[in-house]
């Protein structure tokens, strides 16, 4: 099994690469919707690794083996396992507190949805004040940023900051 974990291991880093580098070109091209989506992507990964890591080992070898089998993970009830239910899990390792507000955000520049009319809009009235003040704490503390509760989601205010 540790053959299967080094092949997770090594695509997930691989994977996260080339976000890293996603990201940036989306940046410099100003294309910040599209950065939003791709941060999800790497948030995905975050949470599929931190769920294996809160499985047992049966059930963590399970997993793996459907990974390199190219299956879908299925949940208890053998149905496919959702990102939702994956950011659902109790975790030892982390609260899931900022992951599932930034999930959530980042979904709706993946679907449909008016914020992908983000330099018009004001569409940080869909984050409620509490979800609000979880992202900026969390964006202050590991991008050194200094946003507040009052910061906008345009370029210059976040992103900026950010990269």
Do not use: P
């Not at 390199?68 to 507190?97: A, H, P, V, Y």
């Amino acid at each position: 099994m540790d053959s299967h974990i080094k092949r997770y291991a090594g695509t997930v880093r691989k994977s996260s690469d080339e976000n890293e580098k996603a990201i940036k070109l989306l940046y410099y091209n100003r294309l910040y919707k599209k950065v939003v989506g791709t941060l999800r992507e790497e948030l995905e990964l975050y949470a599929r690794t931190l769920y294996l890591l809160n499985k047992s080992n049966a059930e963590r070898d399970v997993l793996l083996n459907d990974f390199i089998q190219n299956r879908q993970w299925e949940n208890e009830n053998r149905k496919r396992l959702t990102d939702r239910e994956m950011l659902d899990c109790k975790s030892d390792i982390t609260g899931f507190g900022w992951e599932k507000i930034s999930y959530k955000f980042a979904c709706c520049f993946i679907h449909l949805s008016i914020l992908h009319n983000w330099d018009e809009e004001d569409i940080t009235v869909i984050v409620d004040t509490e979800e609000k003040r979880e992202i900026v704490k969390y964006i202050n503390h590991y991008h050194c940023a200094a946003l507040n509760s009052q910061s906008s989601f345009k370029y210059y205010e976040i992103f900026t900051r950010c990269f």
